[in-house]
């Protein structure tokens, strides 16, 4: 079956130090990641899309950056974390050939910056 | 991409049936209108999709008019378990992203 792992559940960072949240979904290849932010009582706002290795695209420029070392992994970084990263960080992958009802999320992780 | 713009809140009460109406003026003839759910604390998860006229399933009723410039999603009979973030989009099928805009906040009391 498909699925999708995202960790840490929770993580709580001081300003300025460093972010690795990792991605990972199982039983399916070559898909389609994303990255999604959601702030507090607001929407989700895409961050990061990859549509295969190496491949990123960025949509919208901040603090944070994204990779997919291997096929079925996408990592969301930052060197130097700012208060306004905080939020609720979310992984999806998409099914080709669905349309826009393929999206299935991970778990999610929630990031507070202190 | 459509714009799409609904309430940003709704109240109900269990046993009672939801209609969230999302318009989208500009549509385009390759898209379709999509609505996933939110609970706390977790993502989306997909609700319905259509393209025209009326889709249904075991979740809701998805309600398009002909000239498709809205849809109203239907939650017939809802329960507290309903309580959530419900987000219409707009998409080319087979897009290769999915924009989220801020949603409906549903909330079902007693």
Known sequence: ???????????????????????????????????????AGRGLQLLFYS????????????????????DRQFILSSKKLLL?????????WM?????????????????TVV | LAKTTQPISMDSYEGQEVNITCSH????????????????????????????TKVTNEVASLFIPADRKSSTLS??????????????LVQRYNTDKLIFGTGTRLQVFP
């Open chain 2, 25 to 52: 003026n500009n549509i385009a003839t390759n898209d379709y209108i999509t609505w996933y759910q939110q609970f706390p604390s977790q993502g989306p998860r997909f609700i319905i999709q259509g393209y025209k």
């Open chain 1, 1 to 39: 079956s498909q699925t999708i792992h995202q960790w840490p559940a929770t993580l709580v960072q001081p300003v300025g130090s460093p972010l690795s949240l990792e991605c990972t979904v199982e039983g399916t290849s070559n898909p389609n990641l994303y990255w999604y932010r959601q702030a």
């Open chain 1, 95 to 111: 099914t080709e050939g669905t349309g826009g009802s393929g999206y299935t999320f991970g778990s999610g992780t929630r990031l």
């Open chain 2, 75 to 88: 939650l017939p009979r809802v329960s507290l378990s309903d309580t959530a973030v419900y987000y219409c």
């Open chain 1, 51 to 70: 549509v295969g290795i190496g491949q990123i695209s960025s949509e919208v420029p901040q603090n944070l950056s994204a990779s997919r070392p291997q």
């Open chain 1, 84 to 92: 306004s990263d905080s939020g609720f960080y979310l992984c999806a």
